[in-house]
């Protein structure tokens, strides 16, 4: 049996961004859909912001807006090649 918990801590509004470069932690996964991160600009921010904070990054992208079984399962297979169990940040490109 395997189990995912949804952390509990969301961060939003003005600095949201910055604060990533206070967290803790080893690594994240950045999920991203079509691309509004990348060509804003907010992507290459968020993964400097990060690996400021110490954390090796992993950018999980083309995920669609209702992701079908088999895009959450792609994003599992990589969870555990990166050996990603146990890590603890997640940041979501929100449609």
Not at 46 to 75: F, N
Request: some cysteine; overall charge positive.
């Amino acid at each position: 049996m395997s189990r995912f918990t949804l952390p509990r801590d969301l961060y939003h509004g003005k600095g949201a961004l910055e604060a990533l470069k206070g967290l803790t932690g080893k690594r994240a996964v950045i999920c991203i859909g079509g691309g509004s991160m990348k060509r804003g600009g907010f992507l290459d921010k968020a993964i400097a912001y990060l690996q400021e904070a110490g954390m090796e990054t992993k950018v999980i992208d083309g995920i669609e807006s209702d992701p079908s079984v088999e895009t959450v399962m792609k994003g599992a297979a990589i969870w555990l090649n990166l050996s990603l169990i146990g890590s603890l940040l997640w940041v979501v490109e929100v449609p």
